[in-house]
């Protein structure tokens, strides 16, 4: 046999046996490619390989890791839901309530001869209705600044001035809790913000401060830094982590007005002009700064 013919065998033998390797090859990615088609979506079934080679096994750890982030995704996608979902059931019996205690308030005004009586029961009938709409207007707000269409319009702004407007709008809910906040303010200090949206973050830390504080808050203003403190009956309570979630009322009372939804709010416009909103504890003292540019 000649020098040709020993040639033309090993030719053949070689290509002969790399059809085998890529036949087993195709075999194999048909194979992954059926068990990415058919698995359950839901399921921990992950990729293996027949063939140990190191492409192919690279191939699988990297399949395996797509599918790994894709559940947990889902799993935390799922959470979310079922928290929104948990969210709202709390947020139908707060509304519910105040509306069931002013209802029933006003039948005892129909059945009531007495007018001091009366005047009381109108009193609390009253103070329910607020409840309620404090609950729909965080609604209605946590829902605009969540629309995709929302847009802050930013401009020069004092903060001096649109925190002084919100603080005297508060005053009689500070005269019915009988205190006095001190307020330090910058008055020079002007910054980049919505004064529309400035404000509702201010009014929303008031309230937060109004609601579940337990001693009149200090309002700090330097510059762009606005610090809102104040004293509270069980720091042990508070999540400080999930302070600014949607819902999340500090060791699961829901006995004040509000839906939770204030210091969301707080953080999505914070968000939407450039600037921070952050929360510590130090203490028994709850600190929420807002930093704007």
């Given at each position: 046999?000649?020098?040709?013919?020993?040639?033309?065998?090993?030719?053949?033998?070689?290509?002969?046996?790399?059809?085998?390797?890529?036949?087993?090859?195709?075999?194999?990615?048909?194979?992954?490619?059926?068990?990415?088609?058919?698995?359950?979506?839901?399921?921990?079934?992950?990729?293996?390989?027949?063939?140990?080679?190191?492409?192919?096994?690279?191939?699988?750890?990297?399949?395996?890791?797509?599918?790994?982030?894709?559940?947990?995704?889902?799993?935390?996608?799922?959470?979310?839901?079922?928290?929104?979902?948990?969210?709202?059931?709390?947020?139908?019996?707060?509304?519910?309530?105040?509306?069931?205690?002013?209802?029933?308030?006003?039948?005892?005004?129909?059945?009531?001869a007495d007018l001091a009586?009366?005047?009381?029961?109108?009193?609390?009938?009253?103070?329910?209705?607020?409840?309620?709409?404090?609950?729909?207007?965080?609604?209605?707000?946590?829902?605009?600044?969540?629309?995709?269409?929302?847009?802050?319009?930013?401009?020069?702004?004092?903060?001096?001035?649109?925190?002084?407007?919100?603080?005297?709008?508060?005053?009689?809910?500070?005269?019915?809790?009988?205190?006095?906040?001190?307020?330090?303010?910058?008055?020079?200090?002007?910054?980049?913000?919505?004064?529309?949206?400035?404000?509702?973050?201010?009014?929303?830390?008031?309230?937060?401060?109004?609601?579940?504080?337990?001693?009149?808050?200090?309002?700090?203003?330097?510059?762009?830094?606005?610090?809102?403190?104040?004293?509270?009956?069980?720091?042990?309570?508070?999540?400080?982590?999930?302070?600014?979630e949607r819902f999340y009322?500090?060791?699961?009372?829901?006995?004040?007005?509000?839906?939770?939804?204030?210091?969301?709010?707080?953080?999505?416009?914070?968000?939407?002009?450039?600037?921070?909103?952050?929360?510590?504890?130090?203490?028994?003292?709850?600190?929420?700064?807002?930093?704007?540019?």
């Open positions: 046999m000649n020098g040709f013919a020993l040639v033309g065998i090993a030719v053949a033998a070689f290509a002969a046996g790399a059809a085998l390797v890529i036949l087993r090859y195709e075999r194999e990615l048909r194979r992954m490619a059926c068990f990415l088609d058919q698995r359950e979506p839901a399921g921990n079934a992950r990729m293996t390989t027949g063939v140990r080679t190191r492409g192919m096994l690279s191939l699988a750890r990297g399949v395996n890791a797509e599918l790994d982030e894709l559940q947990d995704e889902r799993i935390a996608s799922q959470q979310a839901r079922q928290a929104f979902q948990a969210g709202l059931t709390c947020l139908s019996h707060d509304i519910r309530t105040p509306l069931a205690g002013a209802q029933g308030y006003l039948q005892l005004v129909e059945d009531e009586a009366k005047e009381r029961y109108l009193s609390a009938a009253a103070h329910r209705l607020y409840d309620v709409r404090v609950l729909l207007d965080d609604l209605f707000s946590f829902a605009q600044v969540h629309d995709p269409s929302f847009e802050v319009a930013c401009e020069p702004v004092r903060p001096a001035d649109v925190l002084g407007d919100v603080l005297a709008g508060l005053y009689p809910q500070f005269c019915e809790r009988g205190w006095e906040p001190r307020v330090l303010l910058d008055d020079e200090a002007v910054v980049q913000a919505d004064a529309e949206a400035l404000a509702r973050i201010f009014r929303n830390l008031t309230a937060n401060a109004l609601r579940h504080g337990a001693a009149a808050p200090v309002i700090e203003q330097r510059g762009g830094c606005v610090t809102f403190a104040n004293r509270v009956d069980d720091p042990d309570a508070i999540d400080i982590d999930r302070l600014f009322q500090g060791g699961g009372a829901r006995s004040s007005a509000g839906a939770g939804l204030g210091l969301a709010i707080v953080s999505q416009l914070a968000a939407s002009m450039g600037a921070t909103a952050a929360a510590s504890l130090e203490g028994d003292f709850l600190r929420v700064t807002v930093e704007l540019q």
